[in-house]
């Protein structure tokens, strides 16, 4: 019976069937085999409520609404421009400066494609004007905006928490570290790329002059309140004041005012438009959700998980050989499937095995969505690739050559991360 599952959920996903529909497909198959499996369309049926039943999964579709109010609300600029004023005429200061905004950015958003897009679609112009190269600054964008999902609050650390039962806090901690290696990995090629390309310092100068010229004070303060986003959210799940869930829920509110009434950038009457725009794209990872936990149990009542956990520890006795394998099949993973079901999937089934290996739960999730989010900008199927693409009118082939080497120093990151897991849990 699980090879007929495993064989229907590959097939579904390889025939580009929808991926809930590939999910309930593959845990209906057991019980057509033997209707005695315990697993039936009534315990399904429960399964698919209880698992949308659940007040931690609130966090994401409140984070996806939060990042949409802020993306309409112009935050990202207000965060450019502070770090432009900083970072603008040292070397390589512009793209860096796109690079620390995509990881203040993602501690609001929490997803990638959103912090690419709101952060890309305003820094882009800006960097053409400058004369920097548009593959290149459709790359830095790319690459960048994966930073969405590791920096907290992220929701690839809330879906690997809700299918697995890791703290969510506890990843959200976990991801600061990691964030910022790679955050400063991006910016070493960024300064070595602009170095050997050179850099239109003129016209650079010309367009932070302006900018300086109305003075660090004013900068700071219309910067204020978008800096201050990250410090809200995240202070008070780190202070044990809020919960996760609560803090997306502040979050909103938060965004709101800020948007609505000290920037003045959206109306009351947008507030429509922007919630049927979050539910549009949460309703979706809301079935896959509630699927992946029926499967989940599904594949436990099957003994997978630990099947799974005894095939790899009697073939495989090194720590090391296991994170290099696993590393591998995420990475592949991540060029064909979602960050989302690749974690409802694959976490549950992992966990055993890398708790049989002394690997912390933590740990491991922080190098699932580690891994995953290299998948945003890898062909063919990288979201964030996409996204780029549209901003800067190129093939996604032809940009797709441009970010393998932000690709490489994600990797050499990734490395440090995997192999040095107190990068991760220091902070706990």
Sequence with gaps: MTVVLLM????????????????????LAPSFI????????????????????????????????????MAKGGISEKLFNVFAFLFGKLRAGIPCTVIVTCLFYGAISGSGPATCAAVGSMTIPVMLKMGYDKKFAGAICGVAGGLGVIIPPSIPFIIFGLATGASIGNLFIA????????????????????????????RINSIVDELRGRGFGKVLRDSFWALLTPVIILGGIYSGVVTPTEAACISVFYSVIVALFIYRTIRISDM???????????????????????????????????????????????????????NVILLVMGMFMDCAPALMILGPM????????GIN???????????????????PFGVNLFVACKLIDVPVMELGKKVIPFVGWFIVALLLITFIPQLSLALL
Excluded at 8 to 27: D, F, H, N, Q, R
Excluded at 175 to 202: N, Q, R, S, V
Excluded at 275 to 292: D, G, H, N, T
Aim: aromatic share 8%.
């Design 8 to 27: 229907t959920l590959i097939g579904g996903l390889l025939l580009g069937v929808p991926i809930a529909l590939a999910m309930l497909l593959s845990t």
């Design 34 to 69: 033997s209707s005695a499996f315990a697993a039936d369309v009534q315990f399904i049926l429960r399964g698919i409520i209880g698992g949308a039943d659940s007040t931690p999964i609130l966090a994401v579709p409140l984070f996806m609404l939060s990042g949409v109010i």
């Design 175 to 202: 991801g600061i570290i990691p964030g910022f290696i790679i955050a400063f990995c991006l910016m070493g090629y960024a300064t070595y790329y602009c170095k050997k390309h050179g850099e239109d310092k003129e």
């Design 272 to 326: 429509w438009r922007l919630l049927k725009e979050s539910v549009a794209s949460y309703a979706p990872l809301c079935l896959m959700l509630a699927m992946a936990t029926v499967l989940g149990r599904v594949l436990t009542l099957l003994r997978v998980p630990a099947q799974l956990s005894d095939l790899i520890t009697s073939n495989i006795d090194s720590k090391i050989v296991f994170l290099l394998v696993l």
């Design 350 to 357: 992992l966990l055993p095995v890398s708790q049989a290996m």
């Design 361 to 379: 739960e933590i740990h491991l999730g922080v190098v699932m969505v580690v891994n995953l989010a290299i998948g945003f900008i890898t062909p």
